[in-house]
């Protein structure tokens, strides 16, 4: 099979949380708790065990070419957030159990029937979107729809979202697609729009990548993610200096005052 | 003007981890470093008491090791599925067999009697070192700032404090051995010269108190011990607590530093 993947275009998002809900049906995804944030109209924050999209309301200050506010009220961002299913996963290296896989379709799957609930790969995802479910004790996170995919259909956000804003398709093709609409957004005016795709980091791109405008980090999307692969050598290295040490000192001390 | 960061959210997810995991980081610690000991106080002939009391503290933290990472997990039925696979890359799988491994030899080591006992003490020694110093990596090989900060640091600070916390066992069940003063000694040195790369946790009390009973506090008391012997077993119950003070302080720093929007 081909490698598939998400384009998800913000300057297209009207916010609606279709796609939330989608996700929430199609994969049985528990309630995470109905809390006001107090700071947006963003109550649920962030991505997590049992939310797979997240629809982000980012408030962006009024500046010409942004379009469609009043001067002095601010301008809407919207947002449809999901797992990177990145090219090098820092979940699927550390997960001990092989519970996380890369599927035939590229995407980074958790296999529920393995998961033992270690909890190392929600401290080894550089976007923050693996988390432990409470009460089920095992890390969930979005499975881009892998039995949809299988079956021939597209994931459930994609299906749902009204605006063409998030779309699924073979990934060159749709990094095609995001090209030629960040050229498009650049002739009508709309200089700041970018292509979130972090290819040149050490995660070395993502199979679900994004259309921003201005500052990644306004979304909550890191500047230059890190895999924790990568510091790998230098913990080790320390480790081996460390073990040496506590090897030869030992046998120092002991040959030395191994006797009262 | 776009902001930096989204409502001031934290990108980051904290560690899930709960209490049995930096007392596991103490305990296998302790355990691995001890095995070290056992074997090296035998290959050099000391007593074997000394010995023999070594090797059941490597047994006997190993023992405890295994309920206390099962009991952290999510689906704690499941634990064998640790052993499915053996991934390198992974310091949590590397961790898992290697304790395996560690508890397999270090129990074999206080069981058989003569040569298979110093086999499997060789052995239960050589996966000791990678127990008192893995746990470092594991912290610093994550996408935790503060943990990753201190890549370089953490599997050093974690060794010393295993030998701290091994050495202060032995004294505390009476061995009076110069070795185990100047291996304590050398620790606490180790661990006050890290002190600068310990997280700086504003009204962290945790951190404070590991800073001074695992590193100056002990370090002096052992100088002292010298002239007056009974210090020793004071500096052993300050180093004690101070290394298990230092895990639980590194965990609680990672939780920080993953909740913070700027990190």
Known sequence: MTVTGFFTDSTLCIGCKACEVACKEWNDVPHDGFNWSGNSYDNTGALGHSTWRHVKFVELSPEIGRGGNAPGKMAWEFSSDVCKHCENAGCLEACPTGSIIRTDIGSVYVQPDICNGCGYCVVSCPFGVIDRREGDGRAFKCTFCYDRQKAGLEPACAKACPTGSILFGDLDALERVADQRIAQLHAMGMNDATIYNPKESSVGGTHAFFLVRGDPRAYNLPANPVMPTTHLKDAWRAAAIGAAAIAVGSFVAFALGGRK | ?263
């Open chain 2, 1 to 263: 003007m776009t902001s930096d960061t989204y409502y001031d959210l934290p990108l980051l997810k904290p560690p899930v981890w709960t209490w049995e995991v930096p007392v596991y980081f103490f305990v296998g610690g302790a355990a691995g470093a001890a095995a070290v000991f056992a074997a090296a106080a035998q290959l050099t002939g000391a007593s074997p008491k000394l010995v023999r009391d070594a090797r059941r503290i490597a047994a006997a933290g190993a023992v405890l090791s295994g309920p206390l990472l099962v009991a952290d997990l999510g689906r704690p039925e499941r634990f064998l599925n640790m052993l499915r696979v053996f991934k390198p890359q992974s310091p949590m799988s590397v961790g898992a067999w290697t304790l395996t491994a560690f508890g397999a030899s270090s129990t074999a080591a206080v069981m058989f009697r003569g040569r298979l006992g110093d086999v499997a003490a060789v052995a239960s020694a050589a996966t000791g070192l990678v127990m008192s110093t893995y746990t470092g990596v594991l912290l610093g090989a994550t996408a935790i700032p503060v943990w990753a900060r201190h890549k370089k640091t953490l599997p050093i600070l974690f060794g010393a404090s295993a030998v701290a916390s091994a050495a202060a066992l032995l004294e505390l069940r009476g061995h009076q051995e110069p070795a185990l003063n100047a291996l304590g000694f050398a620790a606490a040195a180790a661990e006050t010269a890290l002190t600068p790369h310990r997280p700086r946790v504003a009204g962290e009390l945790t951190a404070l108190a590991a800073q001074i009973f695992s590193g100056p506090l002990p370090a002096l008391l052992r100088l002292a011990s010298l002239k007056s012997k009974r210090l020793r077993r004071v500096a052993a119950g300050s180093a004690l607590l101070g290394s298990l003070l230092t895990r639980l302080a590194w965990v609680e720093a990672g939780k920080a530093s993953a909740r913070d929007s700027r990190p």
